[in-house]
């Protein structure tokens, strides 16, 4: 008892004098804390920590500074590069400057930094503390429940590795079928082939013939078609048909203005007054014609070559400086009613020929063509397969060769997409693979595509994007992506922190990393699930 009475006694004497105050039943003077209190254990003399001065103890916290290091004034701001600890009970302890004490500013939850000053600080630790505390229990809670789903994640991500692995080891065995296959119906084919242009030779004179016997009975019925229509044209019968022959015929208002006029027939008849039979179906016919199928609506209006169209328009306007000619007159309507009739006379204006067939082949003909249509076809599917094959065996390699984390716990986000909207943009995170931005009207700008896990100290915490579409004047457009840990997968923030450098906020499961020792681990890929 008398002994609990002298330590109080001295405790209180040392708080008076030498702003010893205790805490957790370990007497140190003001500002220290308990890992240092033994080295200010109260005795009579103080050395200073850096052990070069030996003062009297009650030199301590005398508000003025002795030490070197600054360490004989810990709880006043005598000293320039002293330490005040607050102790800061029911929250966390901290260390401040020295000089921040008795400044006016409250920095120390208990107020333990502002003892002598006007300021009036409260102690409000415990609310601090239980806020602090809260906000734990839900980050704890967040890593809890989110560590399960980066175990499942992580699961799902091994589990789709190792399918990918022995997908790969069967891959390659399946290639090296196809491509012996698809050589062996490589073989087939070219024989096929050789066989079927064998027998085709045969018929090449008969095709060619048929061609030609085709194109002479064409030729002979348009001659006899423009001999029939000069007939019809040459209303007098003189031999030779005139602009006033051809200014009575409707069909030929090539500008639709109801008539025709001298320029109009001149075109028709090749810039001649008149056209024996011979000018007329060479020059002439062929631009009628189509006119005159128009007319009878068996025909679309041919689109004038512009070299025709401008021939054209130029002998107008040189007709039209000197014209002096008079507009013929229809002279003679029966003749427009015959030539209307016989024109929309079914089976009277030739229809477009469809284009002639193959020649009727023989029986093994057709039979080796069958066969070599079938190779072409069992070569190209072989071809395809094997094709498909390597793509697939492509896209495992890349699947195999990314890292996904220590243990696999981002795998399943590969091939996956998430989207941010803000004002201006979508955003597009595609992990692994790309980051995108699209203006709300326009197209896509890449953003970069993937690189690499980039995180200090955890590797893990932060991927890199790089190579995206050149910036204007500027580098290339690149993205980081910092991983946080959440219950869902999604992006929660993008912003622009220097042009064309993009900050995308990812959260994920598999960033939930739960205890402390797994979090360090986790940067080395040791962790424990
Ligand atoms: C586009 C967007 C912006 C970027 C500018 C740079 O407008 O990609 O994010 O800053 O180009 O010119």
New binding site residues.
């Given amino acids: 008892m008398l002994v609990d009475l002298e330590k109080i006694f001295r405790s209180l004497l040392a708080f008076l004098y030498f702003g010893i105050f205790v805490a957790a039943d370990v007497p140190r003077p003001r500002g220290v804390s308990l890992s240092l209190a033994s080295l200010y254990a109260p005795s009579d003399t103080f050395t200073c920590l850096d052990g070069k001065l030996t003062i009297k103890y009650t030199q301590v916290n005398d508000d003025y500074c002795d030490c070197e290091d600054s360490s004989d004034e810990p709880g006043t701001s005598a000293c320039p590069n002293g330490k005040f600890h607050c102790e800061n009970t029911g929250h966390q302890s901290m260390v401040i400057p020295s000089s921040r004490v008795n400044d006016g500013v409250c920095d120390c939850c208990d107020a333990s930094d502002e003892y002598a000053s006007k300021a009036e600080c409260t102690n409000n630790c415990d609310e601090l503390g239980q806020e602090a505390r809260q906000r734990q229990k839900v980050m704890a809670d967040l890593l809890k429940r989110g560590s399960l789903i980066r175990s499942e994640m992580s699961t799902k991500g091994k589990a789709l590795k190792e399918e990918q692995s022995s997908r790969l080891n069967t891959i390659q065995q399946s290639i090296d079928q196809a491509d012996a296959l698809k050589n062996e119906k490589e073989k087939i084919k070219e024989a096929a082939e050789k066989l079927e242009s064998a027998a085709l030779e045969m018929y090449k004179q008969i095709i060619d013939e048929e061609k030609q016997r085709k194109a002479d009975l064409a030729a002979q019925e348009n001659r006899a078609e423009a001999e029939e229509k000069f007939k019809l044209f040459d209303s007098n019968g003189d031999g030779v048909i005139e602009i006033s022959e051809i200014t009575t015929r409707v069909q030929f208002d090539s500008n639709r203005d109801g008539q025709v006029d001298e320029e109009e027939a001149k075109y028709f008849l090749d810039h001649h007054d008149q056209v024996d039979l011979e000018t007329f179906v060479t020059l002439c016919w062929p631009r009628m014609k189509p006119y005159l199928m128009l007319d009878a609506g068996l025909f679309k209006p041919p689109a004038k070559t512009e070299e025709v169209e401008a021939k054209h328009e130029e002998t107008i306007r040189e007709e039209e400086a000197h014209e002096d000619g008079e507009i013929a007159e229809l002279q003679n309507e029966e003749d427009a009613e015959t030539f209307d009739e016989e024109e929309t006379g079914e089976g009277e204006v030739e229809q477009v020929e469809a284009p002639s067939g193959d020649p009727e082949y023989d029986e093994e003909t057709k039979r080796l063509i069958e066969e070599a249509t079938k190779a072409r076809s069992d070569f190209e599917a072989a071809q395809r397969e094997l094709r498909d094959l390597e793509a697939e065996k492509r896209q495992i390699d890349e699947l195999l060769n990314k890292d996904y984390g220590p243990h696999e716990e981002f795998a399943i986000l590969n091939g996956e997409c998430f989207e941010y909207e803000d004002r201006e943009?979508i955003y597009r995170l595609c992990p692994f693979d790309r980051a995108v931005?699209k203006?709300k009207d326009g197209g896509e700008?890449r953003l970069g595509g993937w690189d690499r896990w980039d995180g200090k100290p955890n590797k893990y915490s932060t991927m890199l994007y790089s190579n995206g579409a050149g910036?204007?004047n500027?580098p290339q457009?690149s993205t980081i992506v910092e991983l946080d840990c959440g219950l869902d997968n999604r992006v929660t923030a993008v912003s622009?922190p220097n042009?064309?450098e993009?900050l995308f906020k990812f959260e994920t499961p598999a960033a939930c990393i739960h205890s402390p020792h797994v979090d360090s681990d986790a940067a080395t890929g040791h962790d424990e699930l």
């Fill in positions: 943009y931005q203006p700008t910036c204007w500027g457009r622009e042009r064309c993009y």
